[in-house]
C-alpha cells in the first residue's frame, strides 16, 4: 500500500490549503485515515481523522477551520484547511490503517509528508 500526499505549500494567514491523500495497492477496506503535523522542535499530532463510517474527529486546535472529507468511491482523503494561521506551518502526514485485501490483516501506514508554511 501506498500513500500519496499532495497540496502543500506557502500560504498567508488568513489562506487555505487543500491537502490530498490517495492510498493504492491491496486494500480490502481502510479503516481509519488520519493526518498529523509536526512541526519543528514538537513531538507529531494527530490533526484530523475520519473513519470507514464517515465519522470525524479533529484537534481542538484546528475545529471550525479544518475539514476532513473522502472523494466519493476513491480512496482519498481530503484536509481543507482554512483560516490558517502562522502555528498550523508543519509537515504533515497522511496516516491509515487498512486492512490487507490478501491476509486480511490491519496494517497501520504512513505518507511521506506534505509541507504546509503559513507566513506573510
Known amino acids: 500500500v501506498q500513500l500519496q500526499a499532495s497540496g502543500g505549500g506557502l500560504v498567508q494567514p488568513g489562506g487555505s490549503l487543500r491537502l490530498s491523500c490517495a492510498a493504492s495497492?491491496?486494500?480490502?477496506?481502510?479503516?481509519?485515515m488520519n493526518w498529523y503535523r509536526q512541526a519543528p522542535g514538537k513531538q507529531r499530532e494527530l490533526v484530523a481523522g475520519?473513519?470507514?463510517?464517515?465519522?470525524?474527529n479533529y484537534a481542538d486546535s484546528v475545529k471550525g477551520r479544518f475539514t476532513i472529507s473522502r472523494e466519493n468511491g476513491k480512496n482519498t482523503v481530503i484536509l481543507q484547511m482554512n483560516s490558517l494561521k502562522p502555528e498550523d506551518t508543519a509537515r504533515y502526514y497522511c496516516?491509515?490503517?487498512?486492512?490487507?485485501?490478501?491476509?486480511?490483516?490491519?496494517?497501520?501506514?504512513w505518507g511521506k509528508g506534505t509541507q504546509v508554511t503559513v507566513s506573510s
Open positions: 496516516n491509515a490503517d487498512i486492512t490487507d485485501s490478501e491476509v486480511d490483516v490491519r496494517v497501520d501506514y
Open positions: 495497492g491491496r486494500i480490502r477496506r481502510i479503516n481509519v
Open positions: 475520519i473513519t470507514g463510517g464517515g465519522t470525524t
